[in-house]
């Protein structure tokens, strides 16, 4: 059974940074993307970042460019989404995901599995 636990979250004061992890386990995943979402109060659920786990290509989403990098640690088999110079329309609710395909989409739906999410506040 494939499980995603994030972890990492929390408040930050405005220009702070944070790194999120997401631990991923119940199968390999070389033939996965691993992504990013966030969904703020009210808001839709939306991409921020992702990577294709044996290629290690990454895309973004364009508010979080120059900001945010996503990488993979194999031997760990995790997923890390380092935030800096964050703002206060950056916090919501952070989602890992997992996709079964070598190419990196952007639309939640697409992905499989999904982890609980873990609260990330900016104050200002």
């Known amino acids: 059974q494939v499980q995603l636990v994030e972890s990492g979250g929390g408040l930050v004061e405005a220009g702070g940074s944070l790194r999120l992890s997401c631990a991923a386990s119940?199968?390999?995943?070389?033939?996965?993307?691993m992504g990013w979402f966030r969904q703020a109060p009210g808001k839709e659920r939306e991409f921020v970042a992702a990577?294709?786990?044996?290629?290690?290509?990454?895309a973004y989403a364009h508010f979080v460019k120059g900001r945010f990098t996503i990488s993979r640690d194999y031997a760990k088999n995790t997923v890390y989404l380092q935030m800096n110079s964050l703002k206060p329309e950056d916090t919501a609710v952070y989602y890992c995901?997992?996709?079964?395909?070598?190419?990196?989409?952007?639309?939640?739906?697409?992905?499989?599995?999904w982890g609980q999410g873990t609260q990330v506040t900016v104050s200002s």
């Open positions: 119940g199968r390999t995943f070389s033939d996965y993307v």
């Open positions: 990577i294709s786990w044996s290629a290690g290509r990454t």
């Open positions: 995901a997992a996709d079964r395909s070598f190419g990196i989409s952007t639309v939640k739906n697409e992905y499989d599995y």
